[in-house]
């Protein structure tokens, strides 16, 4: 991606994020309180997450989990986990739960659209090509969230979920970013968006 496309991306993603973080405000108010009064602990869900240029950053979520989830289980989500609360598992049908990353794109931590973060451990298994993802910001949604939409369901009919993660359903997500980042721009980051919220309805 050119020095250009770079700065419009970035102003694209600061007038997005500012305008749906305003617009948005009383639906963040209406799941704050549906998270709180459903179980015992925060309303986010922090995790650290690998970044532009391989800096670690926190990312934001609305939490869907019980408390210290990843204490008593895998870092993926598999099929009906016990883990997830109620009000959990509706977050995540509608991909609400990601919704507090625009926080994230406002802060420049993340993009829009771009490949999404992984945690550090997976990177590490990341090949030279793979790491060209590390090139540009995560983002919020990207080809590959369009294709894995159902990854929970698929990797709770996989044998092995971390296994089948790993050797199928990453390289796969990888070499889709890689694709994204060749042709990257604005346009295509639109119908991205548009593409991702149709999905999701």
Known sequence: MNKFNKIIKRIFDIICSGLG????????????????????????????????????????????????AEKLG???????????????????????????????????????????????????????????????KPGITDLASIRYRDENELLGKAENPDEFYINTIMPDKLALNVEYIKKSNVFFDIYIIIQTIIKCI
């Open 21 to 68: 973080l305003i617009v948005l405000s009383l639906v963040f108010l209406v799941i704050a309180l549906r998270i709180k009064t459903g179980s015992d602990g925060p309303i986010f869900f922090k995790q650290i997450r690998v970044g532009e240029k391989g800096k670690e950053f926190e990312i934001l979520k609305f939490r869907t989990m019980v408390v210290d």
């Open 74 to 136: 895998r870092q993926i989500t598999v099929g009906n986990d016990s883990r997830i609360t109620k009000i959990g598992a509706f977050l995540r049908k509608y991909k609400l739960d990601e919704l507090p990353q625009l926080i994230n794109v406002f802060k420049g931590d993340m993009s829009l659209v771009g490949p999404r973060p992984e945690v550090p451990r997976y990177v590490k298994m990341y090949n030279e090509e793979q790491r060209k993802v590390l090139e540009v």
